[in-house]
């Protein structure tokens, strides 16, 4: 069935052993398992990790060519090396093309949580420049989708205004409301 292919293939994945992986995905494929997105996901983890981390845009597109809908670790799989990298501009590129306003674009898609957002955060925090403005449409947005912040949240926060030379900006207009209009 399609839970034991996908940990079958995840785990793979995950170790780089992309061969083995390929293989078992396409024998699960043929014999019509459902796969979840749980499967393609190793896939995307194992391409940051090994090889370039542009590659796993490469399995975000095959995932949905197959119609098989992101989850909650779709987007911090492919995003998180990006992130890591200060590549902002590609991590703004698949949040946008998963979701519009943090909700999920794609029919059974998973909207965008904690995580996702942290993952957005860590982008800003370590993109140049320094983008105060972005940061801030993040933070509203989290707030209109009732999306909570956790440590995480705060210490990204921190670092942004830190680097923007604006400490406790950001956090001092979301306890003045300004994040919601």
């Not at 896939?43 to 090994?50: E, L, N, S, V």
């Not at 972005?134 to 209109?144: F, P, R, S, T």
Request: hydrophobic share 45%.
């Amino acid at each position: 069935d399609g839970v034991s292919y996908g940990a079958i293939i995840h785990a793979f994945a995950k170790e780089g052993r992309f061969h083995e992986a390929e293989f078992w995905l396409e024998r699960a494929k043929k014999r019509g398992a459902q796969l979840s997105a749980f499967s393609y996901n190793g896939f995307m983890i194992a391409c940051g990790r090994f090889w370039d981390m542009f590659d796993g845009l490469k399995w975000l597109d095959r995932m949905i060519q197959d119609s098989v809908p992101p989850d909650n670790y779709t987007f911090v799989s492919v995003a998180l090396p990006l992130a890591r990298q200060g590549q902002l501009g590609a991590v703004l590129q698949i949040r946008n093309r998963l979701f519009e306003k943090g909700r999920a674009k794609i029919a059974g898609g998973a909207d965008m949580d904690t995580h996702a957002y942290n993952c957005l955060l860590l982008a800003l925090k370590a993109s140049h420049p320094i983008r105060l403005d972005i940061a801030e449409d993040v933070l509203l947005e989290m707030v209109q989708n009732k999306v909570e912040m956790d440590s995480h949240t705060q210490k990204h926060i921190q670092s942004i205004e830190k680097a923007a030379r604006r400490e406790g900006y950001l956090f001092s207009r979301l306890k003045q409301g300004h994040f919601f209009r």
